[in-house]
């Protein structure tokens, strides 16, 4: 037992409910609301010193929970019995430690439950538990963090952590501890990547309905608003022809306003949604789109999940030809090391990390990665309030992510209400980037 081990003393939930200023698609799905939950943590150390934790997360459901034949209502509804269960076993949880200690051993319990059915008569995706318990284990490391006066970024070193990464991830991580693949101070700060929804306008010509309430209502008003210089362009992964004229249309309107303003360089990340068929759709695709808009083709940084997101029922469809060309990497796929090392064998180059997966895994697997020499990215769930932070707090302090995605400013800015005075910067964007600098407060650095 260390002296700065931490034991947990009690554990409260809320929730809030918000509707989006428009509408955000998920694999073929428009979505118009979401629920936040919220989590709460108490905590004391072995020297009696009590501190108390927050953490916050969308639900997201239906990026978590995809179903043929359950409703939004159904998979929400369950996802918050999910949520109430796992506040259960980190209250009953008899360990004393560090929060990646104590999540590593929740985490076990909670993905082993005896509940892979529900009783709506479907299995409960892996993906849909982390989402549910992450705001719990943001909760633990904030506690922690502010028990003693730290960020939570400058405790993951030996003197803190009991187990170095081989008691997590096996023996060739014998002797390395965490802190090794995180930086203890944020990136100053960090380009935001701005999303282009199917469903968003390009032009005044696009446009159907104006929503009127004076933010910006096309993808030309956001880049000369928030100055953006990077964007991630949402596509279909169904329809050729549509995947390819979205890329051109943006990149089209990227170009005329990126000019006017005297910007002569930016980029695209480019969101399937695993709904391509095979590899064989992306690499047309990508070869398409080289011939039709080399310029936007070289913008492209990298393809985010083209696939379905179970490797394992379609292990022939391998990534390596599409990796030649542009970096690959795993979001929906990545659930825990075994997933990682199956996508490097099948070709996948890049993993997109995400705080509803957990603060705990995600730096594990951030660890991992970075050793494997894969490319970084981190993305959110539309996170809104103190789950941005906790997710603008990742992507600043894992090394080699080079951007941040933020989309809550865009389809859900009521609950950002009241966040932009304490962190300047963070929650409106001005010249492209984020004020990450201001990331470095006890805990999460959020509340």
Same mark, same amino acid.
């Given at each position: 037992?260390?002296?700065?081990?931490?034991?947990?003393?009690?554990?409260?939930?809320?929730?809030?409910?918000?509707?989006?200023?428009?509408?955000?698609?998920?694999?073929? #799905? @428009?979505? %118009?609301?979401?629920?936040? $939950?919220?989590? &709460?943590?108490?905590? *004391?150390?072995?020297?009696?010193? +009590?501190?108390?934790?927050?953490?916050?997360?969308?639900?997201?459901?239906?990026?978590?929970?995809?179903?043929?034949?359950?409703?939004?209502?159904?998979?929400?509804?369950?996802?918050?019995?999910?949520?109430?269960?796992?506040?259960?076993?980190?209250?009953?949880?008899?360990?004393?430690?560090?929060?990646?200690?104590?999540?590593?051993?929740?985490?076990?319990?909670?993905?082993?439950?005896?509940?892979?059915?529900?009783?709506?008569?479907?299995?409960?995706?892996?993906?849909?538990?982390?989402?549910?318990?992450?705001?719990?284990?943001?909760?633990?490391?904030?506690?922690?963090?502010?028990?003693?006066?730290?960020?939570?970024?400058?405790?993951?070193?030996?003197?803190? #952590? @009991?187990? %170095?990464?081989?008691?997590? $991830?096996?023996? &060739?991580?014998?002797? *390395?501890?965490?802190?090794?693949? +995180?930086?203890?101070?944020?990136?100053?700060?960090?380009?935001?990547?701005?999303?282009?929804?199917?469903?968003?306008?390009?032009?005044?010509?696009?446009?159907?309905?104006?929503?009127?309430?004076?933010?910006?209502?096309?993808?030309?008003?956001?880049?000369?608003?928030?100055?953006?210089?990077?964007?991630?362009?949402?596509?279909?992964?169904?329809?050729?022809?549509?995947?390819?004229?979205?890329?051109?249309?943006?990149?089209?309107?990227?170009?005329?306003?990126?000019?006017?303003?005297?910007?002569?360089?930016?980029?695209?990340?480019?969101?399937?949604?695993?709904?391509?068929?095979?590899?064989?759709?992306?690499?047309?695709?990508?070869?398409?789109?080289?011939?039709?808009?080399?310029?936007?083709?070289?913008?492209?940084?990298?393809? &985010?999940?083209?696939?379905?997101?179970?490797?394992?029922?379609?292990?022939?469809?391998?990534?390596?030809?599409?990796?030649?060309?542009?970096?690959?990497?795993?979001?929906?796929?990545?659930?825990?090391?075994?997933?990682?090392?199956?996508?490097?064998?099948?070709?996948?180059?890049?993993?997109?990390?995400?705080?509803?997966?957990?603060?705990?895994?995600?730096?594990?697997?951030?660890?991992?990665?970075?050793?494997?020499?894969?490319?970084?990215?981190?993305?959110?769930?539309?996170?809104?309030?103190?789950?941005?932070?906790?997710?603008?707090?990742?992507?600043?302090?894992?090394?080699?992510?080079?951007?941040?995605?933020?989309?809550?400013?865009?389809?859900?800015?009521?609950?950002?209400?009241?966040?932009?005075?304490?962190?300047?910067?963070?929650?409106?964007?001005?010249?492209?980037?984020?004020?990450?600098?201001?990331?470095?407060?006890?805990?999460?650095?959020?509340?």
């Amino acid at each position: 037992m260390k002296p700065t081990d931490v034991r947990i003393k009690d554990v409260a939930t809320s929730y809030e409910e918000y509707r989006y200023r428009t509408p955000i698609k998920f694999g073929g #799905v @428009a979505l %118009d609301r979401v629920t936040i $939950l919220n989590a &709460e943590m108490m905590v *004391e150390t072995v020297t009696g010193k +009590v501190a108390r934790g927050f953490g916050s997360m969308p639900l997201g459901n239906v990026w978590a929970w995809p179903s043929r034949r359950l409703t939004y209502d159904q998979t929400l509804g369950a996802m918050r019995r999910i949520a109430e269960a796992i506040a259960d076993v980190y209250r009953e949880l008899p360990v004393v430690g560090h929060p990646v200690d104590i999540t590593h051993t929740a985490e076990s319990a909670i993905l082993e439950w005896p509940h892979g059915l529900t009783d709506l008569g479907e299995p409960i995706p892996s993906l849909a538990t982390l989402v549910a318990a992450s705001p719990f284990d943001a909760a633990l490391h904030d506690a922690y963090g502010k028990a003693h006066g730290l960020n939570c970024y400058r405790a993951y070193g030996p003197e803190f #952590v @009991a187990h %170095d990464l081989g008691h997590y $991830l096996g023996d &060739e991580f014998a002797g *390395e501890y965490l802190h090794r693949y +995180v930086l203890p101070d944020p990136k100053p700060q960090m380009p935001l990547y701005h999303l282009v929804g199917a469903l968003d306008p390009l032009t005044d010509a696009d446009v159907k309905e104006r929503v009127g309430d004076g933010l910006p209502e096309t993808l030309g008003e956001w880049i000369t608003r928030d100055g953006l210089t990077h964007l991630k362009i949402k596509l279909n992964g169904d329809d050729l022809g549509w995947d390819v004229d979205r890329v051109i249309g943006v990149n089209r309107v990227a170009e005329e306003v990126q000019s006017g303003r005297g910007v002569a360089a930016w980029f695209y990340s480019l969101d399937f949604n695993e709904r391509c068929r095979d590899v064989g759709y992306l690499v047309e695709f990508l070869n398409r789109l080289k011939e039709l808009t080399p310029a936007g083709y070289d913008r492209v940084q990298y393809v &985010e999940q083209p696939t379905a997101r179970d490797l394992k029922a379609d292990r022939g469809n391998v990534m390596h030809e599409a990796a030649r060309l542009k970096p690959v990497v795993i979001d929906e796929s990545l659930v825990d090391l075994e997933s990682l090392r199956l996508a490097r064998e099948m070709g996948y180059t890049g993993v997109a990390f995400k705080a509803c997966k957990g603060q705990t895994q995600t730096l594990l697997l951030a660890a991992a990665a970075q050793k494997y020499g894969m490319f970084r990215c981190v993305q959110d769930l539309t996170c809104v309030g103190a789950s941005l932070i906790h997710s603008a707090g990742i992507a600043a302090h894992i090394p080699g992510v080079a951007a941040i995605e933020s989309n809550g400013r865009q389809y859900c800015p009521e609950a950002n209400a009241g966040w932009d005075e304490r962190f300047p910067g963070v929650f409106t964007i001005r010249d492209g980037t984020m004020n990450t600098a201001l990331l470095n407060g006890p805990g999460l650095g959020a509340v």
